[in-house]
T-cell receptor, first 108, second 112 residues
């Protein structure tokens, strides 16, 4: 079966750095995605990793270790608008499997 | 706007009625996905099309659900004899490979 785990909720301070972890167990692997989802809105694409290592894109970075079934999303210089749910998803045999999401609360 | 569009954005229906949702993907995308999302959960895969062919369908999907993509462009998702448990956000996404997937705004279904 497919299993994707991420923390339910995290709180961080404006201007700080936060790391959101994701572990996965899937029968196939074509890549790992991170999405941001504000309440009541559709998910928006943040990052994609298919090879091990760190991908950096502005204030957001994503890391992947395929051997460990592990990824993290790193958000730097947190802003209030970063308060949202962050979804980890794995692509496997033409399907996408999502975790339940991590709700990030950014406080002043 | 050249993004994924979905209609209607909101649908309220009575239990037992049939509903149909439409998704218009990004024009150059040949892959189209349907998901269902309930509060506090991530999107749950329902079905996948490549062009007009429905290649994957979740085993969680009951026979009351059917999806089509007749010309490989827009897609429809129909739910027959709706139940209160069908209340959810129905999301459509499109892409052109396994490393792309862009979501539409979703259709929020409420079954009374």
């Amino acid at each position: 079966g497919q299993n994707i785990d991420q923390p339910t909720e995290m709180t961080a301070t404006e201007g700080a750095i936060v790391q959101i972890n994701c572990t996965y167990q899937t029968s196939g692997f074509n890549g790992l995605f991170w999405y941001q989802q504000h309440a009541g809105e559709a998910p928006t694409f943040l990052s994609y990793n298919v090879l091990d290592g760190l991908e950096e894109k502005g204030r957001f970075s994503s890391f992947l270790s395929r051997s460990k079934g592990y990824s993290y999303l790193l958000l730097k210089e947190l802003q209030m608008k970063d308060s949202a749910s962050y979804l980890c998803a794995v692509s496997s045999f033409n399907k996408f499997y999502f975790g339940s999401g991590t709700k990030l609360n950014v406080k002043p | 706007d050249t993004g994924v569009s979905q209609n209607p954005r909101h649908k309220i229906t009575k239990r037992g009625q049939n509903v149909t949702f439409r998704c218009d993907p990004i024009s150059e995308h040949n892959r189209l996905y349907w998901y269902r999302q309930t509060l506090g959960q991530g999107p749950e895969f329902l079905t996948y099309f490549q062009n007009e062919a429905q290649l994957e369908k979740s085993r969680l999907l009951s026979d009351r659900f059917s999806a089509e993509r007749p010309k490989g462009s827009f897609s429809t998702l129909e739910i027959q004899r709706t139940e209160q448990g069908d209340s959810a956000m129905y999301l459509c996404a499109s892409g052109y490979s396994t490393d792309t997937q862009y979501f539409g705004p979703g259709t929020r279904l409420t079954v009374l």
